[in-house]
RNA sequence: GGGCAGUUAGUUCAGUUGGUUAGAACGCUUCCUUGACAUGGAAGAGGUCAGAGGUUCGAGUCCUCUACUGCCCACCA
C-alpha cells in the first residue's frame, strides 16, 4: 500500500495475515526450519485457547480475550521462544443440538423423526458448514494460532481422549451411576450439572396451604382446626409428597410428630416427621416433603425411608402420578392447583417471596430438580489433589484474589453430574448387558444418599450388569451374552473441555507435543469459567497427568456496556468486533481493548476512537521517518556506533527513554499488566516520540549540517524501527505493513522476513541512559512551553514572530538553552533568544517564571495588564502558601528526625525552588507597577 | 445469607512497595489547515480522591466502621 496520509487497514490486513499463516510462521520456531539460529530452543511459550462454542461468533469478550492471548503468544516469539498457542472449538453438545434441532423444526421435523444416526449426521453437516465461523473470525483479529494443529472435541484424537479419561476414572472408582436430585431442564430434556444452572432471584410466590390432619372426622371439608398448614413456592409437587416435617424442638408442633396427615387433592395418607433440618423460623415452620422434586426433601426422605413419587415427566408435565393433573404442564398445573385448593378452603394465602431459581444456562428455561439415573464423578479426591497443588505453589492465578474463589469452590466441592441425555456428544462408554441387567431398568432406586455428597464407597466391584470399556466389547464378561446396548446418554461437554491442555497436544498417545509443551505456560481466560473449567483443568492435568497443566492463570476483566451490563446479544447491547474491525481495523480494536483492560472493560464505540487515532498517529509518524530517509543508505544501523560524545542531545534524550520505556513495558508484560504497557508504550510514541523528538530531529535533519543530519536519520530509523517492534504485539498489522518499508531501507542486511520473527527491542543493560540529557530535555520543554504559553495567553498569532529573553539563574542552564537556541526558536516560532544571567527589563514584557529560569517576551503595547497582574498575585499567594507549608513540614523535628535523607532532600529542593520562583513573581509583579 | 470488587475531573478510568503542588483519554474553552498526522498541533479551565474515625513525620494508597453500586456463590421450603 503507498503511504497515504490515512492508515487503510482493509489494504493490508488479509494480506499479511495470509501470509504469516501459509508460510508457517504461526507454528512453534522448531518447527520451521527457515527461522534464524532458533531451530531448538528450550524454552517453550505455550497458551491453549479458550475453546469458543461451535456455534458460537466472535463477541467482545472473545476478541479481548484473544487480543491478550496474541500479544502474550507474539511478544514471546519475537523474545525467541518457542512459541506454541493452539487452537479450537468444543462441540457444545446442548447449544449445538438445539440448533439443529430448531432448524429441523422449520420443516416441522423433530430428532426423534430422524433418529439417532441420522440425526448426528445432520449435526456434523451443519458443523462442516457453520462450525468455522468463529475461527475464520478469530483471522481477522489477527489471532496467531497455530492452525496446522487446530482441534475440536469431537475429533478422534479427543474422542479417545474423552473415553481413555472416562474409563481410567471409573476404574479408579471416581465415576458412579445412581439416582439423585439433578437440575433438569424440561426444555432440552436433559440433566445438567450445577453449574449450569443459573441462579436468578425471581419474585415468587410463598403459598400457605392448609393440610387437614388424618383420623377424627375422616375428611377434609368438617376439619375444624384439625390441619397444619405448610409454605411453599411450588404448589404443584405437593402431588408428591410423601411427609410433612417440622423441627424437633418446636413447642408448636410437637404433639403432632407421628401423626398423619391428610394429604388434599391425592387424598393420600402422609407422617408428620421430625427433622432439625427444618427452621422454626420460616414460614409456618412446617415443611411438606417432596423427596423426588427438591434435594433437600432428597435427603430427609431417606433420613426417614419415605417414598419417592416423581410427579413429573421429562418435558415439565405432570404425570400418571398426579391424578387428575396429569397431562397438565407442571406452570399450568400450579395455577389449577391452587384454584383447587382454594375452593376447597385449603388455600390461605400468597405472600410474595424473593428467591433464587436455577435457570438452564443454555435456553434459560426454569430448571427442575429432578430424580433421577444419571452418572456423576466423585469430585472430593480429584479437588484434593488440586488443594494439595495449591500448597505447592504450583496454582498461581492472577490477580491472586481469584485464587479465594478458586479455593472455595473447592473446598465446596460437590460431585459432577457428567451424562446428558441428548444425542449430540460422546456417548458414554458403557455397555449394558439385558440380561444381567434387566431388573435396573426402569429406574429402579439405589441407595440414596444426601446429593452434593458421594457415596462412602462406590459399589461396583460386584458386576451389575454394566460394562465400562476403552472398546466397545463383543459379550457380556459374566453371562457371555452379546444382547449389549450401549448407555444412551453423552458425556457434558466439559467433560471433554477439562482435557483440552494435554487431549490437544495428543494424549492418551505419548506424542512429541506432549513431551514438549505440557505443562503449557499460562492459561488466559473470563472469572465466569473459572468453576466451569479451570478448575476442572486443573484437576483433570493433576489425574491424567499428574501435572498441574498451566503455570499461571491470567483472568482478565469482563466485558460490559457502557450502561454496566453484561453485553450480550439477547440484551441487544452488543457491539460486534467484526463491524469495529471493518470500520477502524483489527489494530484500533485490539489496541483500545488492551488499554481498557485494567479491570472490567465498560465498552461505548467512541473508546475504539482512542485505538483507530494511535494507529493512525503511529502510521503517520513512520511515514515521516521514512520521507527523511529518502536518501539514507545505511539501514544497519548498530547501536554500538552511537557515542554519547557525538550525539546531539535530543538523540541521546530519546535514546535513554526509549530505553527505560522498553524496561517498563517489559516488566509490566511479565506481569500480566497489558493495559499498563500498551499505556506506556501509548504515551512513549506519542508524546516523547512524536511531539517532542521528531519536532526536534525536523531542523537537524532539514539543516545544513550533513554530518548532524546523518546521524538524527540514523536515531530516527533506529528508534523507530524498535517502536515497531515494540508496538507489534498489540497492533500486528500496521506494524508489519511499514516495518516492510523499513526493511527495504536496510538492504544488504540480515532482517527476518517478517516483523513476527525480529527479536524483542529489550536487552537487559542499559546502554544509553543518560541523566544529562533527561535533565537537558526537560528544561528545553518548559522554555518551549513557557513561550508557547505566553503567546496563547497574550493572543500573539503563530506568525508574529516574538523576541524572547532566557534569565537563567545558573551558568549550567544557560548552556544548556544556548544549544537548545535553533531548536527553541523553531519550536516556539522566535526571531531571538538571549540567554543571559543578569537581566534588566526593559519596555513591556511579560513572563513566565520557573525554578532554573525565567522567560521573557516583549509585547509593544498590545495588552491588558490588568489581567496578568491578578494572575501574578494568584501564583505569588500560591507560592507563599507552598512555601509556608513547606517550611512547617521541614522545621516539624518529628519530620526531620524520622524521614528519610532522600525525601528530606527533596524536600528541602521543593523549597529553594519555591523561592526562587517567588522572587521571580515578586519582581514581575513590581515591574508591572 | 456468605464472599469479592468498586466509589478519584463533566464522563470513562490510571495511580506499583505510603513520600513532588493527584494523572490520562474523551468532552469542554481559546488559538492554529506551519510539508508526517485535523483520526492532527498548541495552550487552558476543571478534583475538599464516597463519608467518619484511626495508624504514621507523612495517607488517594494501610487499618476500622458507615453509605451506596456492581458481580459471584448458596438446597430455608
Same mark, same amino acid.
Given at each position: ?482 444382547? #449389549?446396548? $450401549?448407555?444412551? %446418554?453423552?458425556? !457434558? ?10 487431549? @490437544? =497436544? ?119 521517518? #521514512?520521507? $527523511?530517509?529518502? %536518501?539514507?543508505? !545505511? ?10 560524545? @557525538? =550525539? ?282
Amino acid at each position: 500500500m503507498e503511504l497515504d496520509k490515512q492508515y487503510d487497514p482493509k489494504q493490508v490486513e488479509t494480506k499479511w495475515y495470509s501470509l504469516w499463516e501459509s508460510e508457517g510462521y504461526f507454528r512453534p520456531r522448531s518447527d520451521f526450519p527457515g527461522a534464524e539460529g532458533l531451530k531448538e530452543t528450550s524454552n517453550p511459550y505455550v497458551i491453549v485457547i479458550p475453546p469458543p462454542n461451535v456455534t458460537g461468533i466472535l463477541h467482545m469478550g472473545h476478541a479481548l480475550n484473544n487480543s491478550i492471548q496474541d500479544i502474550l503468544v507474539r511478544w514471546n516469539r519475537m523474545k525467541g521462544a518457542d512459541a506454541l498457542w493452539v487452537p479450537g472449538v468444543d462441540h457444545a453438545g446442548i447449544a449445538t443440538q438445539n440448533v439443529v434441532e430448531k432448524k429441523l423444526a422449520k420443516e416441522k421435523k423433530t430428532r426423534w423423526d430422524l433418529g439417532r444416526e441420522k440425526f448426528l449426521k445432520e449435526v456434523w453437516k451443519w458443523k462442516e458448514e457453520h462450525g468455522s465461523t468463529i475461527t475464520r473470525q478469530l483471522r481477522r483479529l489477527g489471532a496467531s494460532c497455530d492452525w496446522t494443529r487446530e482441534r475440536f472435541t469431537m475429533d478422534e484424537g479427543l474422542s479417545k481422549a474423552v473415553r481413555e479419561a472416562f474409563v481410567t476414572l471409573y476404574e479408579r472408582g471416581l465415576i458412579y451411576r445412581g439416582n439423585y436430585i439433578i437440575n433438569w431442564c424440561p426444555r432440552c430434556q436433559t440433566a445438567l450439572s450445577d453449574e449450569e444452572a443459573a441462579h436468578k432471584d425471581v419474585q415468587g410466590g410463598l403459598y400457605h396451604i392448609k393440610y387437614p390432619i388424618a383420623g377424627k372426622n375422616g375428611s377434609y371439608e368438617k376439619m375444624g382446626d384439625d390441619h397444619i398448614v405448610v409454605a411453599t413456592t411450588r404448589p404443584e409437587t405437593m402431588l408428591g409428597d410423601t411427609a410433612v416435617a417440622v423441627n424437633p424442638d418446636d413447642p408448636r408442633y410437637k404433639h403432632l410428630i407421628g401423626k398423619k396427615i391428610v394429604l388434599p387433592l391425592v387424598n393420600r395418607e402422609i407422617p408428620v416427621i421430625a427433622d432439625a433440618f427444618v427452621d422454626p423460623e420460616f414460614g409456618t415452620g412446617i415443611v411438606k416433603v417432596t423427596p423426588a422434586h427438591d434435594p433437600n426433601d432428597f435427603a430427609m426422605g431417606h433420613r426417614h425411608h419415605l417414598e419417592q413419587v416423581n410427579v413429573m415427566t421429562p418435558d415439565g408435565k405432570i404425570n400418571e402420578h398426579g391424578g387428575a393433573y396429569k397431562g397438565m404442564d407442571r406452570f399450568e398445573a400450579r395455577k389449577k392447583i391452587l384454584h383447587d385448593l382454594e375452593e376447597l378452603g385449603l388455600f390461605i394465602k400468597r405472600d410474595s417471596h424473593l428467591h433464587a431459581v436455577g435457570h438452564c444456562y443454555r435456553c434459560d428455561t426454569v430448571v427442575e430438580p429432578y430424580l433421577s439415573k444419571q452418572w456423576f464423578v466423585k469430585m472430593q479426591p480429584l479437588a484434593d489433589k488440586a488443594l494439595k497443588a495449591h500448597e505447592q505453589g504450583k496454582t498461581v492465578f492472577s490477580p491472586d484474589r481469584w485464587t479465594k474463589v478458586y479455593l472455595n469452590w473447592l473446598h465446596g466441592i460437590r460431585d459432577w453430574c457428567i451424562s446428558r441425555q441428548i444425542w449430540w456428544g460422546h456417548q458414554i462408554p458403557a455397555w449394558h448387558c439385558k440380561k444381567c441387567q434387566a431388573a435396573d431398568i426402569g429406574g429402579r432406586m439405589e441407595d440414596g444418599v444426601k446429593p452434593g455428597s458421594s457415596p462412602s464407597a462406590i459399589r461396583h466391584p460386584s458386576f451389575d450388569g454394566i460394562i465400562v470399556a476403552r472398546e466397545t466389547p463383543k459379550e457380556c464378561p459374566k453371562c457371555k451374552g452379546k444382547d #449389549l446396548v $450401549q448407555d444412551p %446418554d453423552v458425556l !457434558d461437554t466439559w467433560f471433554s473441555s477439562w482435557l483440552w491442555p494435554f487431549s @490437544t =497436544l495428543g494424549w492418551p498417545e505419548k506424542t512429541g507435543d506432549l513431551k514438549k509443551f505440557y505443562p503449557t505456560s499460562d492459561l488466559v481466560t473470563a472469572p465466569e469459567i473459572i468453576f466451569f473449567w479451570v478448575a476442572r483443568m486443573i484437576m483433570a492435568g493433576l489425574e491424567f497427568r499428574g501435572e498441574v497443566p498451566f503455570r499461571r492463570i491470567y483472568i482478565h476483566g469482563t466485558v460490559r456496556a457502557a450502561s454496566g451490563l453484561k453485553m450480550s446479544k439477547s440484551l441487544g447491547n452488543s457491539i460486534d468486533p467484526l463491524e469495529v474491525i471493518d470500520e477502524m481495523g483489527a489494530d484500533a480494536l485490539r489496541y483500545s481493548l488492551v488499554m481498557l483492560s485494567a479491570q472490567d472493560v465498560y465498552l461505548s464505540r467512541e473508546k475504539f476512537e482512542m485505538g483507530r487515532n494511535f494507529t493512525n498517529k503511529v502510521w503517520n509518524a513512520c511515514r515521516f521517518v #521514512l520521507m $527523511q530517509l529518502e %536518501d539514507f543508505k !545505511d539501514g544497519s544501523v548498530d547501536p554500538g556506533q552511537f557515542k554519547k560524545e @557525538t =550525539l546531539s542531545l535530543p538523540s541521546r534524550w530519546i535514546l535513554s527513554q526509549f530505553e527505560e520505556k522498553a524496561a517498563e513495558i517489559e516488566r509490566y508484560l511479565g506481569q500480566f499488566g497489558l493495559a499498563q504497557a500498551a499505556g506506556e508504550l501509548y504515551h512513549f510514541v506519542w508524546d516523547d516520540f512524536c511531539d517532542w523528538y521528531i519536532e526536534l530531529a525536523k531542523p537537524m535533519v532539514q539543516g545544513q549540517d550533513a554530518a548532524l543530519k546523518h546521524q538524527t536519520q540514523q536515531v530516527l530509523f533506529f528508534v523507530c524501527e524498535r517502536i515497531l517492534r515494540l508496538l507489534h504485539p498489540f497492533m500486528p498489522f500496521v506494524t508489519e505493513e511499514i516495518w516492510q518499508k523499513f526493511k527495504e531501507k536496510a538492504k544488504g542486511t540480515r532482517w527476518p522476513k517478517t516483523l513476527m520473527l525480529a527479536p524483542w527491542p529489550c536487552d537487559a543493560g542499559r546502554r544509553f541512559g543518560d541523566a544529562a540529557a533527561q535533565k537537558a530535555i526537560g528544561i528545553l520543554q518548559k522554555a518551549v512551553s513557557g513561550i508557547r504559553d505566553l503567546r496563547s495567553r497574550f493572543r500573539i498569532a503563530p506568525a508574529n514572530k516574538l523576541k524572547a529573553v532566557v534569565a537563567c539563574k545558573e551558568e549550567a542552564t544557560r548552556e544548556v538553552l544556548r544549544t537548545f537556541e535553533r531548536e527553541v526558536k523553531v519550536l516556539a516560532r522566535l526571531e531571538t533568544l538571549d540567554c543571559v544571567l543578569e537581566f534588566r527589563k526593559e519596555g513591556a514584557m511579560v513572563a513566565n517564571a520557573f525554578p532554573e529560569f525565567d522567560i521573557f517576551i516583549s509585547l509593544e503595547g498590545i495588552l491588558d495588564l490588568g489581567e496578568e497582574k491578578k494572575r501574578l498575585q494568584k501564583k505569588l499567594q500560591e507560592t507563599e502558601q507552598w512555601i509556608t507549608a513547606l517550611r512547617a513540614k521541614l522545621e516539624k523535628p518529628s519530620f526531620a528526625e524520622k524521614a528519610p535523607q532522600e525525601i528530606l532532600e527533596k524536600e528541602k529542593e521543593k523549597l529553594e525552588d519555591a523561592k526562587k520562583l517567588l522572587v521571580s513573581y515578586q519582581s514581575q509583579l513590581a515591574s508591572l507597577g
